[in-house]
Structure formats: C-alpha cells, structure tokens
C-alpha cells in the first residue's frame, strides 16, 4: 500500500493521522505542507481543496480528515485489521490555541 499523508509539523488532526499511521505499523511518507511550498501546492493541487490533513492511500485522496476517518475508510476497505492498541495522540481532536498561534506566525499561502 502506498501512503502519502500530507500533514502540519504540529497540528491536532496530523498528529491524530499519524497516530493511526503508527497503530497499524502502515510505512507512509510525511509531507510537510508547512515548511514546504511545493508539499502544499502538491496537496492543493491533488485534493482539489486547501484544507489539510489529506492522505492519499494508493491513488484515493482522502481530503481535510482526521485520524479517525483515515482508520474508518483503511478498515472499511480491509486494508488494515483490527487492533486493540490505542493510538499514541488523540484521533479526532483539532489543534490547540498555542499550535495555531504558532502555525499562524509562519505559515505561508501560495494560493
């Protein structure tokens, strides 16, 4: 299978995709639409929209989702079974105050 997550550095719903990314033991590749430009255009440019996080699991965009909606469509699909272990950061749970404030300082639209 092949993952690409396209995720804030700090942000509650990347933390949250990344969490189910871990509980499945799934190899991804983390693109980091804040501190690269093109990541971002990338993402814009294959989702259709500007919201993040999106995961693209073999060619299916999966746009603006949290954890819990990339573990929903992966079971749904059977593409990963069920486990019991329990995600190491919060699955559904947007960002803090303090992460947007510093989100806000440094992030950079192209669009």
Not at 24 to 29: A, R, T
Not at 54 to 67: I, K, R, T, Y
Not at 82 to 102: K, L, M, R, S
Request: include cysteine; glycine fraction near 4%; charge should be negative.
């Amino acid at each position: 299978m092949k993952i690409i997550a396209y995720l804030k550095p700090t942000c509650g719903w990347s933390m949250g995709v990344r969490a189910i990314m871990k509980k499945y033991n799934l190899s991804y590749e983390d693109r980091d639409i804040i501190n690269q430009p093109e990541q971002y255009a990338e993402m814009v440019e294959k989702s259709g929209q500007a919201l993040s996080p999106c995961v693209e699991v073999d060619g299916v965009m999966l746009a603006d989702v949290s954890g819990e909606e990339v573990e929903n469509y992966l079971l749904s699909n059977e593409l990963v079974k069920t486990n019991n272990e329990i995600p190491d950061a919060p699955i559904d749970a947007p960002c803090t105050d303090e992460e947007h404030e510093a989100m806000r300082t440094k992030t950079i639209r192209f669009f």
